[in-house]
Every structure is written in structure tokens, then in C-alpha cells.
């Protein structure tokens, strides 16, 4: 199998920030970058090991059937632990990716964190993040109670790289919502996505790696859930099953809250007022640092406020129209997307809510799973007269 080479490079300050790095050198002798930027005050507690730059090359390597050389030092325990989130993904996407071998000029555990039971957290400002936040820190969670210290809000993401004051204004309303809480918001900017990979596949990778730039400084890693346990979507890039498997045994990532639904997860964050003045959810509107009140996410997420019966909030400047809900289209049964708001009708019958807007949301998820079921089928047939071969080298070509 052709290989792929990890090559560390020295950190480099500009400013008042400094960058991580790797030369990705691929099996042409072509060579990209791999980045994480963060301000220079938190240098150091930076890792020295190579863990987050495995985990943010993984799918690309999968995708292109290319064994990984790291030369630099990566955990055994990870690598171990990866070889089974290789199976579970090759098992879901078997067009898409082929097992690869990951090996390391140094294999060496990380050392400990000196406060074991700290924990650092992906934080967006959105429902998922903002509940796994608002619950830890309040003691809600019982034995599961995480001490979350620290929020990493990742620009690069959601946000565009070329979108520098959105990010930045976005930044500000997640630093006044986590100080409220007593917690520390870092911002880290990386060029993750710039990699080959399909997003919906990649992002808890992209999270985790994220995370464990500061495994020498915490003990857990925490990505909030997206989907509950009686409604999961799989395969979807961060789940309860894979998740953990990003771990080593000096870093733990933990996928949190999949035992509530995004209703009930709002109706937790309602008790916290700088999330109802500051949440964001929405990543298609113009103005990325706050929320359109029109695209898919937002009004989703306005349901959820209404059909827990409470008032909308601040973050949104304007309410939705059932007009709105019939509008919404390119919904697909079995996302994540599609799956929260069945979610929303399923609580609004058994509350027996007999609004307008709930024959709306009916009438929106019939027309779009009508809509959905025709392509499906059309989907079924290719792959029945499409070999597994092909199929691969079609998405590796795209």
C-alpha cells in the first residue's frame, strides 16, 4: 500500500498567536499542510506529541488507501483504539474507505495530566454544546459530572477561514456565555477542512483532534452529542460509538448527552439567560457571527423553543411563519436533521398541540420524505449494477 507521511514542523509565532504543523507528504512526493493556530498565551500547554495531526489526516488517508508514517511521537493506546474506529467506519462506508496501517517513528503513552479530573469541551455556542456546558456545571449530570474548565471554539469550521470578524464577534458571545459559567473559552483556527474528506463523516475527527492539542493540561475531552440514543443517525462523523475510540489512555474523549433529545436539551439551557441572549446555531446565513432566523437550523431550533412552550428567545430577532416551515426542502429521512424534527412533532402530538404550525411541520416532512424516497430507490438500482470497486474509485476521484 502506498504511504503517506506525517512530518512535524517547527511552531511558528506571528503576532499573537502560534501555529502547529505537519507537511503531509503524500505517495507523489506532493506535499500539503495540516495546521492548528491558537494565541500565544496558551503555548504552554500545547502537546508535543503528533496525536492530533493523526487524528486530523485519518480520513484522508482512509479515503486515499494510504498507510500513515508519522515521524514524530504518538500514544500506542490510540493507535490501538483507532484500529477498531477504522473497522466501524469501513463497515458503514465500504466504498469510501480501506484499512490503513498507522505507524510512528516513537511510540510512547502521553503523560498524565496533573489534574486528572479536568476536562476541556468542543463549544460552538450552539443547543448541543451549550447543554452539555449549562448541565456539567450545574451538577446535573450525577456520576457523569464532568469539571469542565475550558471550551475550545474552533474557527474553520462553521466559520470560513476568510471570515476573520465573524469568527471573532462569534468568539465574543461564546467567552460571555462560558464566563458565566466560570469557564475559559480558547479559540483554535485550523485548515482541517482543506483536507480531502466529506464533512458529515469528518467532524468528529476534526473535533477531537481539536481537543487533544491540550491533552497534556486535561484529562477528558468532551463533544456533545447531536442525536439521542432512540433516534441515532449512523454513520455520522461524531457518535457515541466511534467518539470514544478517538481516545488514549491519558486523554479520554467523551461523547456527552445522547440520553436527552434536542427539545429537551433546550428546555435545560432556558434556565440560562447568556444562552438565550447569545446561542448560535445557524452556519448558512450571510452574517456567520449570528443567527438568519431563516435556514433550516434556525428554524428547527425555534421549534424546539415553541414546542416546549417557551417564548423565543433573544438570539432570534424574528419568529418563524408556517409559510417558513412548508418551505424547508432537501430534507432526507435519516439525518440528523430530518430525525430532530420528527422529534419535534412526535413531542408536539403528545402534547397535544393542535397549532398550525404542527400540520406545517407534518405536511414539510411528508413532501420531503415523498420527495427523498424516489431518489433513494434510483440510489438502490445503481448499486445493485455498480461493482464496489467502482463505486470506490468514483468517490476518491470526486
Known sequence: ????????????????TITWGVTIENANNKCSHLWYRIPVE??????????????????????????LVVHGQVSPSLLRNLEEFQNAWISWRPEWYTKIEIMADRELESSKA?????AIMAFSGGVDASFTAWSHKK????????????????????????????FRFAAEKSTRMLASLGMTLIPVTTNFRELEGDWEDTHGAGLASCLMLFQDNYARGVIASTEPYNSLVIPWGSNPITDPLLSGNSFQIIHDGAAFTRSEKIRTIAQWPEALRNLRVCWQGEQKDRNCGRCEKCVRTILNFRVMGIDLPECF???????????????????????????????????????????????????????ANGQHSFRQRLRKIIPLTLRRQFHRSM
Not at 50 to 63: K, N, R, T
Not at 114 to 118: C, L, T
Open 114 to 118: 496533573v489534574n486528572s479530573a479536568r
Open 317 to 371: 430577532e424574528h419568529d418563524v411563519t408556517d409559510q417558513q416551515i412548508l418551505s424547508l426542502k432537501g430534507l432526507r429521512p435519516g439525518t440528523p436533521q430530518f430525525v430532530s424534527l420528527e422529534e419535534i412533532l412526535s413531542t408536539a402530538r403528545t402534547a397535544a398541540i393542535s397549532e398550525s404550525w404542527v400540520t406545517a411541520l407534518e405536511q414539510c416532512l411528508y413532501k420531503n420524505r415523498m420527495g
Open 1 to 16: 500500500m502506498n504511504k503517506t507521511h506525517l512530518w512535524p514542523e517547527q511552531p511558528s509565532e506571528t503576532g499573537d
Open 139 to 166: 451538577g446535573q449530570r450525577g456520576r457523569l459530572t464532568c469539571d469542565i474548565a475550558t471550551g475550545v471554539m474552533v474557527h474553520g469550521f462553521d466559520i470560513p477561514l476568510d471570515r476573520g470578524d465573524d
Open 42 to 67: 496558551y503555548k504552554e500547554i500545547i502537546t508535543a506529541g503528533c496525536e492530533p495531526f493523526v487524528l486530523g489526516a485519518l480520513f484522508m488517508a482512509m479515503s486515499q488507501a494510504t498507510d
